[in-house]
């Protein structure tokens, strides 16, 4: 579904990444850690096309297509989905109307009709209710004075209503409650499918006990340094990294 | 000859013009001499300093248009309100079209001016009314001396108008280089109610310069909502000067939607004589090209436990400029005051200027007063998350304004207005998202 090929950005002079190679298929949950300043946030916001980097080398590639040149809402149509690691506050644009405007656009650049008002109301029914979120919540301005584990958990609910091929999600689990994190973790459970793929980026191996992992990546200084399964998430929780910073050396 | 010295000089040739019985010739008099020692505004003056009218006081102005032109209301019929039905003021160049009115007489009276002077019904009305809350300044001088004509609202107590008003000027741009001088009157009294809607609308390309004055009083306990639409043609420019004088427990408001036109000067100001009154005014101005919205607003407390509440949010494109001049005056008897003035914009290019001047002069030791203003620019990391969910750019970019002036829209009562405000809005950004937000 994904393949990341040889992938180097950064901003300006200063390169963040630095060759990184990924390939993710249907079906599958990749884990990506990594100490801070490692990259991990940057290379989330390289593949929903955040055109504040600039890619200097190699491609990323979603099932084929090449999406150097898509700008993020045409990565969007074509179903990638970035749960941010800081969702912004959009005042004055309710939760509802937000998820409406952004289904409605998807749908538009994919040639569909809007989505009928009745099947609308109904799927935000549904995931709101998977979602354990109150309805009242649709109602408010989008994040605005959400604390930190609605602002994730209205992120996730937005995954759930684009349904999207690839989601990626930022640190999804920190400001989370270990409730939270159940909730939102069961959600994302019921979510995948075999024609669906997820990353997770995390610090911590908690998230990742709730949603298992099929590979575990570490990302350090802009590249991916050991690949492994779900045990090694657990051996990164009891060592750290810097086995892994020696056994480079 | 210059402009001055030329309209001056018309005012004595044209002087049977005006009724020298008439109610107002005295009023007439006075205010020509006024307007000779005050003159056009120069940027000199404090209160013009951002915004000159060199440019468009062009020696060839005439005030008066030489013949009457029809418009047929095929070509007009889209600036009118008309989901609903409403009462109509309309006039073409300056002169009354009954054929696009719709006038009453029917408890209220929702006339012309120049009716309202000529009948002796009216006079008592028009003694007691007429330029007694217009300052005279240079421009509203100048309406006083020379206007003949605009919409007379007479509003008796305990009425309420169960339909909007609409007052509306055409101006064909078949003579050129027109100055029109339209004057409303509008008398609420006591626990009366209305709702007006003013629009200024050039039918062509030409340039037109309108110096229109309406003075506006609200009796104790009564309610007037009043919507400027300022949607106007590119070398269309406009001096508003509306001035309002609120009696006890009365509430007015003002929202003005400024998104067209050439020059646009709005001079606003609330006069509040009896306490509880409260004053609102609203604006949302969204400019381009080389336009210009000048809003100066003041409100003058004069008596205890009033309020009054500013918003104005504004969005300049390309090499836009506005002005916002916002002065609150509170007298030392105007204890207990609840004042507060709020003034964001948004500067989308590095060449948009926005001149933003909040003044506050207290002499009432019990008061809260605050005031608050910002300039920014459209928040990068908000349109990122947009687009990141599949909203585009032009739309994202549509959104975050519409949200940024969503608490004005929002305080607009009357549904379909409101509606046809967020078209125009969406046509301006030219996105075809129906906001409901």
Request: charged share 25%; glycine share 6%; hydrophobic share 40%.
């Amino acid at each position: 579904m994904l393949a990341i090929k040889n992938l180097h950005a950064g901003v300006e002079e200063k390169e963040i990444l630095k060759g990184i190679n990924l390939e993710v298929n249907p079906g599958e949950i990749h884990a990506i850690m990594g100490p801070n300043g490692a990259g991990k946030s940057t290379f989330a916001s390289i593949i929903a096309g955040k055109e504040d980097f600039e890619v200097s080398q190699g491609q990323i590639l979603l099932e084929g297509e090449d999406l150097a040149d898509l700008a993020p809402e045409e990565r969007a149509h074509k179903g990638v989905f970035l749960s941010f690691q800081y969702p912004v506050e959009i005042p004055g644009v309710t939760v509802t109307n937000f998820i409406k405007t952004a289904i409605n656009e998807t749908r538009k650049a994919q040639g569909l009709e809007d989505m009928p008002a009745g099947e609308m109301l109904k799927k935000i029914k549904d995931v709101a209710e998977l979602l354990d979120i109150d309805r009242k919540f649709l109602s408010r301005s989008l994040n605005e004075g959400f604390s930190g584990g609605e602002k994730k958990r209205n992120e996730i609910f937005q995954m759930a209503m684009l349904d999207p091929k690839l989601a990626i999600l930022d640190e999804t689990d920190s400001g989370l409650d270990i409730d939270a994190l159940k909730i939102v973790a069961n959600g994302v459970n019921k979510l995948r499918s075999k024609d669906n793929a997820v990353i997770v980026i995390t610090h911590y191996q908690r998230l990742l006990d709730y949603i298992v992992p099929d590979f575990v990546h570490v990302l350090m200084d802009g590249k991916i340094v050991k690949s492994g399964t779900k045990e090694l998430a657990l051996e990164l929780e009891s060592k750290g990294y810097d086995w892994i910073k020696e056994e480079l050396n | 000859m210059e402009l001055k010295e030329k309209f001056i000089s018309s005012f004595l040739a044209v002087d049977d013009f005006i009724d020298s019985h008439g109610p107002i010739y005295d009023i007439r008099n006075t205010a020509i001499k006024s307007f000779e020692e005050k003159g056009f505004p120069t940027k000199k003056s404090e209160a013009w300093k951002y915004t000159a009218l060199n440019s468009l006081l062009k020696n060839e102005l005439s005030i008066f248009p030489k013949q009457e032109n029809a418009v047929e209301l095929k070509d007009v019929r889209k600036y009118f309100l008309h989901d609903i039905d409403t009462y109509k003021v309309v006039f073409v160049d300056g002169k009354y079209s009954s054929f696009l009115s719709q006038t009453t007489h029917d408890g209220v009276d929702i006339c012309l001016l120049s009716a309202a002077l000529s009948k002796d019904k009216y006079l008592p009305v028009i003694e007691n009314y007429f330029n007694k809350v217009a300052p005279n300044d240079g421009m509203s001088s100048l309406n006083t001396a020379f206007a003949r004509e605009g919409a007379y609202l007479y509003i008796p107590k305990h009425k309420e108008v169960e339909k909007p008003v609409e007052i509306i000027n055409f101006y064909t741009g078949v003579e050129t280089d027109l100055m029109l001088q339209p004057r409303n009157l509008i008398v609420v009294e006591e626990n009366a109610h209305v709702q007006i809607i003013e629009r200024h609308q050039s039918l062509s390309s030409n340039a037109v310069l309108t110096n229109s004055v309406t003075e506006i009083f609200v009796g104790a306990r009564a309610h007037v909502d009043y919507y400027k639409i300022q949607n106007d043609q590119k070398e269309a420019s406009l001096i508003d000067n509306t001035y309002i004088k609120q009696e006890r427990d009365s509430i007015a408001s003002v929202h003005t939607f400024s998104f067209g036109g050439k020059l646009t000067r709005n001079n606003l100001n609330f006069y509040q004589h009896g306490e509880h009154a409260s004053s609102v005014m609203n604006g949302i101005t969204l400019i381009e090209d080389t336009q210009h919205v000048d809003h100066n607003t003041l409100v003058h407390h004069i008596a205890p436990n009033c309020t009054s509440h500013q918003d104005y949010k504004g969005v300049f494109n390309d090499r836009a400029v506005g002005v916002f001049n916002g002065k609150i005056y509170v007298e030392k008897e105007a204890q207990k005051l609840d004042a507060f003035q709020q003034n964001n914009n948004i500067l989308i290019s590095d060449k948009a200027t926005i001149n933003a001047k909040p003044q506050l002069e207290i002499f009432a030791d019990d008061v809260k007063c605050s005031h608050g203003c910002t300039i920014g620019q459209l928040d990068q990391d908000a349109l990122f998350y947009m687009r990141a969910r599949g909203i585009a750019e032009k739309e994202a970019k549509a959104l975050l304004m519409y949200a940024f002036a969503n608490n004005v829209l929002e305080s607009v009562r009357i549904p379909e207005l409101k509606k046809r405000i967020n078209k125009l809005i969406a046509l301006k950004m030219n996105v075809q998202i129906g906001f409901d937000l």
